[in-house]
């Protein structure tokens, strides 16, 4: 690797710090307790630097391999959880990816996090061989600028978590180092069995609508539209989907709209049989030009914080203090997702 020029140079920097134990020098393989798999102690220039043991036994070992500007930290555990399928397409795998996304994210002293790209990416050449959940980030650490890569897999029952760490001056080095990293890793998972997903039967619907229990009939069909109007928008807005399934949790414009389909569905109705005193209210809302502000108000995603334009807040809040002093906003149907969103797939190198 021309990495080793980097190195020799000095221009490199660690980006995280080494494992607590440090490397045994009498031995040429490291074992990826508590697993089976084994690696040798140097991956390309860089060298095994020791391990550290949790003390929460869940959360197994992290394993460091590093040189002066490079780093690489394998962590393999198992959650608490048993009879984990191998690859990266099963619930906790993906739940696994997704935490470890947020945390470089949102946690850490990282500057200025960028996600790049993500994908399923291919360990080997080889097609049936072993792939992982890829996610490449670049950003800024203390002042130096840094790419980074989170691979996360399962493979004989453990979650295989790999992060790759390179300063900005040896940015070219990236899909060298990433090949031989991940090559040495399908090497050592191919030594064990796998543990393939077993076929569900019946297989379970990509999705599925709860309307609230108690709701009577009338009410519920309004629900039902709300729902299925969620879903719908949902599929055609990109990320907007859970990605490794369960509740569907919309975006303001999706829930919007949701909203709207089933007032649409209440308005179609004969005045005498509509029956129901929430979406007597939503039409009362939205006749005073307010139903945006509404859905905003009481029912926007947590995660969003920037104020569409044209919303009328002030007025809004006016027309609420005087107009909807007791009412209670309500939901009653929900959307369940029952399959995880699998990424791209992307060759080995």
């Known amino acids: 690797m021309r990495i080793a020029a980097c190195l020799l140079a000095g221009l490199c920097v660690v980006l995280v710090g080494s494992a607590v134990h440090a490397a045994k020098l009498g031995d040429n393989t490291v074992r990826l307790l508590p697993s089976k798999f084994r690696l040798?102690?140097?991956?390309?220039?860089?060298?095994f630097t020791g391990e550290n043991r949790y003390t929460d036994r869940r959360l197994g070992r992290s394993f460091g391999f590093g040189a002066s500007g490079i780093s690489l930290i394998i962590y393999v555990y198992d959650n608490g959880l048993t009879d984990l399928p191998d690859g990266p397409d099963s619930v906790p795998a993906c739940e696994q990816f997704e935490r470890a996304k947020?945390?470089?994210?949102?946690?850490?002293?990282?500057?200025?996090?960028?996600?790049?790209?993500?994908?399923?990416?291919?360990?080997?050449?080889?097609?049936?061989?072993?792939?992982?959940r890829e996610a490449m980030y670049e950003f800024?650490?203390?002042?130096?600028?840094?790419?980074?890569?989170?691979?996360?897999?399962?493979?004989d029952g453990f979650f295989v978590k790999l992060r790759l760490s390179l300063r900005e001056e040896v940015r070219d080095e990236i899909p060298e180092a990433r090949t031989e990293i991940l090559t040495t890793i399908a090497d050592a998972l191919a030594e064990r069995p796998a543990r393939p997903a077993p076929d569900p039967s019946p297989r379970a619907a990509e999705s599925s609508i709860d309307?609230?229990?108690?709701?009577?009939?009338?009410e519920a069909s309004l629900w039902f539209s709300y729902a299925a109007e969620l879903l719908r928008a949902s599929r055609e807005t990109a990320g907007a989907m859970p990605a490794c399934g369960g509740a569907l949790v919309p975006r303001y414009l999706t829930e919007l709209a949701a909203r709207r389909a089933a007032l649409r569905e209440f308005r179609s109705r004969d005045a005498a049989t509509r029956g129901s005193e929430y979406?007597?209210?939503?039409?009362?809302?939205?006749?005073a030009g307010f139903l945006d502000e509404y859905v905003w108000h009481f029912l926007r995603n947590e995660t969003e914080t920037t104020v569409p334009a044209g919303l009328d807040l002030p007025g809004f809040e006016s027309f609420r203090l005087r107009e909807l002093a007791a009412h209670a906003p309500q939901?009653?149907?929900?959307?369940?997702?029952?399959?995880?969103?699998v990424l791209p797939p992307v060759p080995a190198s």
């Open 40 to 47: 040798m102690q140097n991956i390309g220039p860089m060298r």
């Open 102 to 132: 947020f945390e470089i994210e949102q946690g850490g002293n990282y500057q200025n996090v960028r996600l790049i790209s993500e994908a399923t990416r291919y360990l080997t050449d080889t097609a049936s061989g072993p792939r992982a």
């Open 140 to 155: 800024d650490r203390n002042g130096v600028h840094a790419w980074s890569y989170l691979w996360v897999t399962v493979a």
């Open 211 to 218: 309307i609230d229990p108690g709701t009577e009939p009338a």
């Open 279 to 287: 979406f007597s209210q939503l039409e009362r809302i939205d006749a």
């Open 331 to 341: 939901t009653g149907a929900h959307v369940r997702v029952n399959t995880v969103r």
